[in-house]
């Protein structure tokens, strides 16, 4: 999460922050009180607006503590039924328990049961926390009342897209993380030409890492360019 440029989404990021220091302090304790909006939380925006990087970031950091963590997606089914399965379990547990639900508006309506029936479950715990996203306010889902509803009962958030500068602080930051050094003019180059959004600028960046140590050239816009130049086809 250490790598999310929160940009005007600074109250979430701080939120989650708080939450993740409260999992390490409560390892190992007894959770006697903790209210369901510290447990429960719903954000929404366009597609690009970092919702689920956040949620595999609160996953991976779910995995390093060592805490039981269950992400949920339209895709996989199974994994759906296996939590309910041992949600029961779960609920009598202190240690923290990490569920992330993504695209809440892609469910269809056996998994809109299941996410019902799991939020009834666990409302009552005291150490299961669940974070869902999805493209818009829970009063603005084609889903059903009753799950619209129960999606607003804990914290409810919006995600908002990286202005320009933003982005290109945030490639800035992925860059050093690679330990690539980029010529000045290739992010504004970059945001005027190539996608915009962040999800395939950051692919890009590993693109560019993998170039630059293939062709041992540092990053430069000749080098950007050649890398996506499209490749002609021989016969």
């Given at each position: ?28 304790h007894h ?53 309910e ?20 508006d ?18 009552a ?13 829970p ?25 320009d500068?933003e ?6 930051q992925?860059?050093?993380?690679r ?36 062709t041992?050239?540092a ?17």
């Amino acid at each position: 999460m250490d790598n999310f440029l929160p940009g005007e989404d600074l109250a979430l990021y701080s939120t989650l922050q708080e939450l993740v220091r409260g999992w390490k302090t409560k390892l190992g304790h007894h959770i006697e009180v903790n209210p369901l909006n510290q447990r429960w939380i719903y954000w929404w925006g366009p597609e690009g607006s970092g919702r689920t990087h956040l949620l595999c970031a609160l996953g991976n950091i779910a995995e390093d503590l060592g805490l039981d963590y269950f992400p949920l997606t339209s895709h996989e089914p199974i994994s759906w039924v296996r939590l309910e399965e041992k949600i029961a379990g779960l609920i009598q547990k202190d240690t923290p328990t990490v569920i992330t639900v993504d695209d809440v508006d892609c469910l269809d309506e056996r998994l809109v049961s299941s996410l019902f029936r799991i939020l009834n479950e666990i409302s009552a715990s005291k150490a299961i926390y669940i974070f869902m996203a999805g493209n818009a306010a829970p009063s603005s889902l084609q889903l059903r009342e009753d799950l619209r509803t129960r999606l607003g009962w804990g914290l409810v958030f919006q995600t908002r897209l990286l202005g320009d500068d933003e982005k290109i602080e945030a490639l800035q930051q992925a860059a050093q993380a690679r330990g690539l050094v980029l010529s000045p003019d290739v992010l504004p180059w970059l945001l005027s030409r190539f996608y915009r959004d962040m999800p395939n600028l950051m692919a890009l960046m590993d693109a560019l890492d993998a170039y630059s140590l293939e062709t041992k050239r540092a990053v430069t816009l000749p080098l950007v360019r050649e890398l996506l130049k499209p490749k002609s086809n021989t016969s």
